[in-house]
């Protein structure tokens, strides 16, 4: 197990209860998307500790590193599509997320 992400997750999880907070006072659907992409940026890092486990683990850990990083790509994407209460941005954005996940498992 590899111990160096844990100040980098300190640091998101600070940003994360900030970003929070702010979220809670505002009641735009964008607030939420930013803060599930810092979400997925803190799965990124405690995903990373577990990286150097042998066997599936640390195979299942990869695959959750480099997804976590893309989910967020996404989520903050789409936090910045001025409809993205819309229902066909919502499926767009699902498609997104599934086909590169995918992708990623294959790979």
């Known amino acids: 197990m590899d111990w160096s992400p844990i100040p980098n997750l300190a640091a998101i999880a600070l940003l994360i209860c900030a970003f929070a907070s702010v979220a809670r006072q505002s009641h735009a659907s964008v607030s939420r998307l930013w803060l599930v992409g810092w979400m997925a940026i803190a799965l990124h890092f405690v995903a990373q500790i577990f990286?150097?486990?042998?066997?599936?683990?640390?195979?299942?850990?990869?695959?959750?590193?480099?997804?976590?990083?893309?989910?967020?790509?996404?989520?903050?994407q789409s936090a910045l599509i001025p409809f993205s209460h819309k229902s066909s941005s919502r499926w767009m954005m699902a498609s997104l997320l599934a086909t590169n996940n995918l992708y990623i498992v294959l790979l």
């Open 51 to 76: 990286e150097s486990l042998p066997n599936g683990w640390g195979i299942v850990a990869r695959i959750t590193t480099t997804s976590a990083l893309l989910w967020a790509g996404i989520f903050f």
